[in-house]
């Protein structure tokens, strides 16, 4: 049986179209995907990712045991409040999970991870942490929703007034905890705003604040748009235990300095980065009609194949865009093979649109 989050009945009475995700019944639109992308690039949307599992880790061990976990390293994080992006790989490279991590102190961080992945992490981070003193506490009492879009932050501080005061000169990829109100610069739009994390039995009154303040509903289905046109991955389609992130586009996640420092997953994929991997994860912009989608043969004249993993229309670009893996001697074009036919395409960095604007050369 599907788990509803605290706004199940909002998410009715808005006219959501409600879907199974990950397990849970989530909004996939309140009536039109192509108008809620739209609202959040040009105006202000809300979210609720309340799906997504919260994981609090504490105790006097907690930073060398997440620089054992992660591939990227939180020593980075000198501010409190600092965000990172982060892989968790198994050892052999592969990502169980992609996550955010934010330094809060020296003996508390909070970790969001994937909603379809929960089980999985929270195991292999148990087994992991055995020979560390730290607490794992999973927060299934907070919800989160998150604010997207150029007017979200103003129009959200107008809805909280002095309940977010704090977060008011935030800087990106910046949190802040405001008593109950846990809220952090960051999302998964390609545009300004705040992901919000507070008690579950409050946000039912701060999703009608949100709305009385002009920001509009938005479902997982125009979130999954907005996040493939800032090239942003998604996990189980752009890579998953079977990739790493060398080959994923998330080279830039990994911290290899110091070089003493022995994340899981270090040796293989040292050993891939010395030797060059196989493939690499581009952007396609399709130059034909026709519709990119998950799957679709890439062909590359003379050097090979690869396969799209994420595919859609773009409402911003009005066009075809996808992420695809493809050989790593892959240049700038190729083939889409759609219904059997090839179609060209113009092989781009993996992203796309960001706070609006194309980044399309």
């Known amino acids: 049986m599907a788990k509803n989050t605290s706004l ?36 202000a949307g809300i979210f609720d990712v309340s799906h997504m599992t919260i994981i609090d880790l504490s105790g006097r061990e907690v930073r060398g045991f997440l620089q054992k976990l992660l591939a990227n390293d939180v020593n980075r994080l000198k501010k409190k409040g600092k965000a990172l ?8 490279a592969g990502v169980i999970d992609d996550l955010i991590i934010y330094y809060m102190h020296d003996d508390w961080y909070r970790m969001i ?20 003193e730290i607490n794992i506490d999973e927060r299934p009492d907070l919800a989160m929703l998150a604010v997207q879009g150029p007017n979200a932050r103003e129009k959200a501080h107008k809805a909280l007034g002095n309940k977010i005061l704090a977060a008011q000169d935030l800087t990106p990829f910046f949190a802040v905890d405001c008593g109950e109100i846990f ?10 705003g705040y992901e919000i994390v507070l008690p579950s039995q409050q946000v039912p009154q701060l999703w009608d604040d949100l ?15 907005l996040r493939l046109e800032a090239g942003m991955n998604l996990y189980g389609q752009d890579m998953d235990e079977s990739t790493n992130p060398l080959e994923s586009g998330l080279a830039w996640t990994i911290a290899w300095q110091p070089e003493d ?22 952007g396609l912009v399709l130059q034909e009609r026709g519709v990119l989608r998950n799957h679709q043969k890439v062909i590359v004249d003379g050097v090979g194949e690869g396969e799209i993993t994420s595919g859609s229309f773009s409402p911003t670009l009005k066009c075809a865009i996808a992420l695809a ?14 219904r059997g036919e090839k179609r060209s395409a113009k092989v781009v960095k993996p992203s796309f649109v960001r706070f609006g604007q194309s980044c399309i050369d």
Not at 13 to 39: C, R, T
Not at 85 to 92: A, D, I, Q, T, V
Not at 183 to 192: A, I, K, L, N, S
């Open 8 to 43: 199940y009945e909002k998410h009715l009475a808005a006219g959501g179209k409600m879907v199974d995700f990950a397990g849970w019944e989530m909004p996939i639109h309140y009536g039109s995907q192509l108008e809620e992308h739209h609202q959040v690039r040009r105006d």
């Open 85 to 92: 992006y982060s892989c968790m790989l198994n050892e052999k």
């Open 113 to 132: 991870v994937n909603a379809a992945t929960r089980n999985k992490d929270l195991t292999w981070i148990e087994k992991q942490a055995q020979n560390f």
């Open 183 to 192: 809220v952090g610069r960051t999302g998964y739009t390609g545009e300004d």
């Open 211 to 225: 709305l009385t303040a002009g920001i509009e509903p938005i479902g997982l289905g125009a979130r999954d748009t």
């Open 261 to 282: 420092r022995d994340f899981i997953g270090r040796g293989v994929l040292q050993k891939l980065r010395d030797s060059g991997p196989n493939n690499k994860l581009v």
């Open 325 to 338: 893996r493809v050989p790593a001697q892959t240049e700038d074009q190729c083939h889409v093979e759609i």
